[in-house]
């Protein structure tokens, strides 16, 4: 069973900067794709940034194409989403989620940080 904690969420300007953290535990984090999603009440969850096991693939959500920008460090377990120029319709929960490499889904999230832009 893997456990995923964020942090790093915050209030923030317009045009500013957050980085967001995950830190993995319970499982072998090396062989877990991970990815960060994000919601906000009333809408659907949506992807916005996914990494794969090595950290040798990115993909990302249109709308935060060379704005945000996922990592990992395999050696702590740690996933980061920076998140550069931020917008107000990046308001949100942002949520953690892994999945083995062996499978497709997302199975594992952890409970999600608030991250909230101001005009």
């Known amino acids: 069973q893997v456990q995923l904690v964020e942090s790093g969420g915050g209030l923030v300007q317009a045009g500013g900067s957050l980085r967001l953290s995950c830190a993995a535990s319970?499982?072998?984090?090396?062989?877990?794709?991970m990815g960060w999603f994000r919601q906000v009440p009333g809408k659907e969850r949506e992807f916005v940034a996914g990494i794969s096991w090595s950290g040798g693939s990115t993909s990302y959500a249109d709308s935060v194409k060379a704005r945000f920008t996922i990592s990992r460090n395999n050696a702590k377990n740690t996933v980061y989403l920076q998140m550069d120029s931020l917008k107000p319709e990046d308001t949100a929960i942002y949520y953690c989620?892994?999945?083995?490499?062996?499978?497709?889904?997302?199975?594992?999230w952890g409970q999600g940080t608030q991250v909230t832009v101001s005009s």
């Open positions: 319970g499982g072998t984090f090396s062989t877990y794709a």
């Open positions: 989620a892994a999945r083995h490499l062996l499978v497709s889904d997302y199975n594992y």
